[in-house]
């Protein structure tokens, strides 16, 4: 097994436009993947990562990369005995340390050996803690079976998240939207390190990495074998990730039968609604069902006089805004609607977010926030009372 990764964030802010930027890794992997001895070698994509499999022991394959992605590859031989079911979790744990490895290389190109347990191992010696846990928790691991486990994705559905609506259907939904519609995008907000209340710092959801965290710390001190981190990290990523489905397909059913929101996001899903009301009540009521684990925002736009692209992008700012009210009291951290005024409460938590981001600087986790604050100035204004004008841009 081969796994290449790619830096999709980087690729995405370098973009401007999230579509514009996962095309751009895409069509990257797909060279990669036309590079390969397909003769031989069986490839398929994982997000942002391209697989390669191939039968029987065999050494990498030479492969070909494209310019303007930032990529990272590891490899690993699997052995695959027992069942049917014992085979594939095999296989998926597999994946979950090579991915991982690649992606360690890909942010440390001086790390010239690439079978996977040996880059893994290096791991604790390069990164802190943090980036130990950042590392662990950023692979996905998503269940294939349904929510016993078993059966997986019905027709329609996407493979990775049974009961949610595949992306594959979007194309049918754009052709039967009606003027009357809304372009809605949902993201679970902080999922790497959990959202804390802003008033008083209480902790309101789990992330991915501080779950992880502890595990990190005794693997860096030398506590603990390599073989059971990943093992014990696997098993918390699996459990995770059947959280993650269970949330989206919450979000996903709400809508329904009025709307369709697809998995196409990584942690997050777009697609439309009837209305503001509708996406509203789908995020509260998945919001009440996982609450201390996760939470999404949502950004939501009328397609009302404008064209599909144009709603999508403004949907996209909208979300963003509920990204600058997370933890705070303001009833749009959940759902904000296009067009809709910031109140002196919720402008106050937004600039105190974009502010410290900024004092914080290039390079600091969620500076996107503030690149993306940035490219949607003029759009920032329409939606902040004039009093906060002149605080907003002082920020660029």
């Not at 930032?70 to 690993?76: K, M």
């Amino acid at each position: 097994m081969t796994v290449v990764t790619s830096a999709l964030r980087a690729t995405v802010e370098d973009s401007g436009d999230h579509d514009a930027g996962l095309r751009r890794v895409r069509n990257s992997l797909a060279l990669v993947a036309d590079g390969t001895d397909r003769g031989r070698w069986s490839a398929s994509y994982y997000g942002k990562d391209l697989v390669l499999t191939c039968p029987g022991a065999a050494e990498p394959p030479r492969m070909r990369f494209g310019e303007g992605v930032r990529h990272g590859w590891a490899w690993n031989r699997v052995r695959l005995d027992g069942g049917v079911g014992q085979r594939r979790e095999s296989l998926l744990a597999a994946c979950y340390e090579v991915s991982m490895a690649a992606r360690l290389r890909r942010d440390h190109p001086g790390l010239q050996e690439a079978r996977s347990g040996p880059v893994i191992d290096r791991a604790r010696h390069v990164l802190s803690p943090v980036q130990i846990a950042s590392l662990l928790a950023g692979v996905l691991v998503r269940p294939l079976g349904g929510a016993d486990g078993a059966g997986g994705a019905a027709p329609g559905e996407d493979p990775r998240l049974p009961g949610v609506p595949s992306a594959d259907g979007w194309a049918g939904t754009v052709a039967t939207r009606t003027p009357a519609g809304h372009y809605a995008v949902t993201d679970v907000h902080d999922i790497e390190w959990g959202t804390v209340r802003r008033a008083d710092g209480e902790r309101l959801t789990e992330g991915n990495a501080q779950q992880l965290l502890p595990l990190a710390e005794t693997w860096s001190a030398g506590r603990l074998e390599t073989s059971a981190v990943l093992r014990q990290a696997y098993r918390l990523r699996v459990a995770r990730e059947t959280d993650l489905v269970d949330h989206l397909r919450a979000l996903s059913d709400a809508v329904r039968p009025a709307g369709r929101l697809y998995a196409t996001l990584g942690d997050g899903l777009s697609g439309l609604v009837p209305d503001a009301a509708t996406l509203r009540a789908a995020v509260s009521l998945a919001n009440r069902r996982s609450a201390g684990r996760m939470h999404s925002g949502a950004g939501v736009a009328p397609l009302a006089s404008v064209d599909l692209a144009a709603a999508r992008e403004r949907a996209h700012f909208s979300l963003h805004v509920t990204k600058t009210l997370k933890g705070s009291a303001a009833p749009q951290a959940a759902t904000h609607v296009f067009g809709q005024p910031l109140d002196a409460g919720a402008t106050g938590y937004a600039l105190d977010f974009l502010t410290g981001l900024a004092c914080a600087g290039a390079g600091q986790p969620g500076h996107h926030h503030l690149l993306h604050a940035r490219r949607w100035r003029d759009w920032w204004l329409e939606h902040l009372p004039c009093s906060a004008h002149r605080a907003f841009m002082r920020l660029f």
